[in-house]
């Protein structure tokens, strides 16, 4: 099992940039598939990026292609969210997540408490 918790959100202007570190703590993080999601009020929630271990393999939604980073520090239990040229509709509740195997769109078991973004234009 491994517990999750977010950090880093708050408010910026559009154009921004902000970094959403999770930090996980439990037993054998590298074992697991790391993803953040995201929701936005009156919205479904949605995969926004993931990473995979150990060959890092990632995927990014359509909306976040280009502008958002995930990594992972596997020697610090960590996975990061850099998010760059930040508009509005990005403004949504982020939340850190994992799942044990390959797939990085499969279900996720692990969830986080979630971290606001406010994105103002």
């Known amino acids: 099992q491994v517990q999750l918790v977010e950090s880093g959100g708050g408010l910026v202007q559009a154009g921004g940039s902000l970094r959403l570190p999770c930090q996980a703590s439990?037993?054998?993080?590298?074992?697991?598939?790391m993803g953040w999601f995201r929701q936005a009020p009156g919205k479904e929630r949605e995969l926004v990026a993931a990473v995979g271990s150990p060959n890092h393999v990632t995927y990014y939604s359509n909306s976040v292609q280009g502008r958002f980073s995930i990594s992972r520090d596997n020697a610090q239990n960590t996975v990061y969210l850099q998010m760059n040229s930040l508009k509005p509709e990005d403004t949504a509740t982020y939340y850190c997540a994992a799942r044990l195997g390959r797939s990085l769109l499969g279900k996720y078991d692990y969830w986080g408490q979630g971290t606001q973004v406010t994105v103002s234009s």
């Open positions: 439990g037993r054998s993080f590298s074992s697991y598939v």
